[in-house]
């Protein structure tokens, strides 16, 4: 990715170890506050001066995907959550946290800790309010999506600790929320977690859930010390994901496989990566046995299943009606306990699962240049123009114009 920031920004942008560790950002004050606000907005200005048109395999977005239609499965507690914390919101915090249904909002979330952002923060938070906004992402998430979701939020907090107890960078309260439209049971709107290694878009319409785009990760995974020393996240999807590639024959490993070493961050639709054009690579789930595409829906189901129940259930239909078309490709070795990259790509659902590099902690790194399993993000996306529920937002619109 060519880069027009400064050097210092470069690395911090990429994700890449160095600027915090190489050149120590300064942990509070104005400076710090200039800083990031300047890498945030021109972050803003590369990401956002082209249209949303989604992710695609070719360029052009497969249209009928995503029709407008009842699930049969109820909104009503997520909106009935929502306006729980909006209600507890002052008039300020109010005004921070709401835009409108089809504001660019949606777009700006960036994994990266520096990034600046809107809405209201849970360190600005009462306690009640803490109380109703974790309510809502209870509402929203499955118990195994909200643990997870909180559980990244702790281990940020580690991160700080490792980092010399520095909180003003990291901590498990640098969480944001906002809100765009109005939650309603028949109108489009949504809500959006922003925060390090943690994004949730949550999209309602009627009765239909789209929670992408979706970002899950942390360093690091798991805790060596501290105050959440043991807890740890994502392992059960690293080794189901090992568990695929291990399922597959030589001939289908040799299609899915696209590089046997990993050298560095190989994920494609982080941040501000909404139009990426990614063709289809790897093994093709119609070219599998069938105990091996179960496991490849199991492996689906694993990062779907932290949305709530019953629209996870929903979500794991279409899944399954595009399963064919569904591509496992790989990148790394075969051995056990390696660093490996793997994404699972249909026209309805984008997986993306990697080991990265270090960036916050380079200094506890055997080598601070190589993938790690101490550093993993995950990102769920839905291709072909309904991130964000952009799709059906759109059908919306053409058929009750605002």
């Keep these: 990715m060519k880069n027009k920031y400064p050097k210092m920004a470069v690395m911090a942008w990429c994700g890449v170890a160095g600027v915090w560790a190489q050149t ?45 239609r009842a699930t049969g499965v109820s ?22 946290a709401v835009f409108p ?18 809405g209201v923060s849970f360190q600005a938070m009462t306690e009640a309010q803490r109380t109703a906004a974790f309510g809502l992402m209870k509402a929203a998430l499955s118990a195994k999506g909200l643990k997870l979701s909180q559980d990244i939020m702790k281990l940020n907090h580690t991160l700080g600790e490792l980092s010399g107890n520095d909180f003003v960078q990291y901590g498990e309260q640098l969480y ?27 999209f309602v319409l009627g009765d239909q859930v789209v929670m992408s785009p979706a970002f899950y990760g942390s360093e690091p995974v798991v805790a060596p010390s501290g105050k959440y020393q043991g807890l ?6 690293q080794a189901r994901g090992f568990a695929m590639l291990q399922s597959l024959d030589a001939s289908q490993r040799a299609k899915a496989v696209l590089a046997v070493k990993k050298t560095g961050n190989d994920n494609l639709t982080e941040a501000f990566k909404d139009n990426v054009v990614l063709d289809y690579a790897g093994v093709r789930a119609g070219e599998l046995a069938p105990a091996q595409r179960e496991k490849l829906v199991k492996l689906i189901g694993l990062f779907v299943a932290n949305m709530d129940d019953g629209h996870a259930k929903v979500k794991m239909d279409e899944v399954r009606a595009k399963l064919d078309g569904t591509y496992f490709a790989w990148i790394g070795g075969a051995e056990e306990g390696g660093v490996f990259y793997f994404r699972i790509h249909s026209p309805v659902v984008l997986i993306e699962f990697d080991h990265q590099r270090p960036a916050n902690l380079r200094q506890l790194a055997k080598d601070p240049q190589a993938p790690n399993r101490q550093h993993v993000h995950v990102v769920v996306r839905t291709p072909n123009g309904n991130d964000y529920g952009k799709d059906l937002l759109r059908q919306h619109l053409l058929a009750h114009p605002h």
């Excluded at 740890?232 to 999807?237: C, G, V």
């Design 24 to 68: 120590p950002a300064p942990k509070s004050g104005e400076a710090w506050i200039e800083r990031s606000t300047l890498m945030s907005r021109e972050a803003e200005a590369k990401g956002l001066a082209e249209p949303f048109r989604g992710i695609t395999a070719k360029g052009t977005v497969e249209s009928g995907l995503f029709p407008v």
């Design 232 to 237: 740890a996240i994502l392992q059960e999807e």
């Design 101 to 118: 249904v089809g504001d660019d909002e949606w777009r700006k979330w960036m994994n990266q800790h520096f990034y600046r952002r809107q």
């Design 75 to 96: 909104t009503e507690p997520v909106r009935q959550a929502a306006l729980a914390w909006l209600a507890a919101l002052t008039a300020e915090q109010k005004k921070a």
């Design 176 to 202: 944001w929320i906002t809100v765009m439209g109005e939650p309603s049971a028949t109108e489009p709107w949504g809500f959006q977690v922003d925060g390090h290694h943690l994004i949730l878009n949550y």
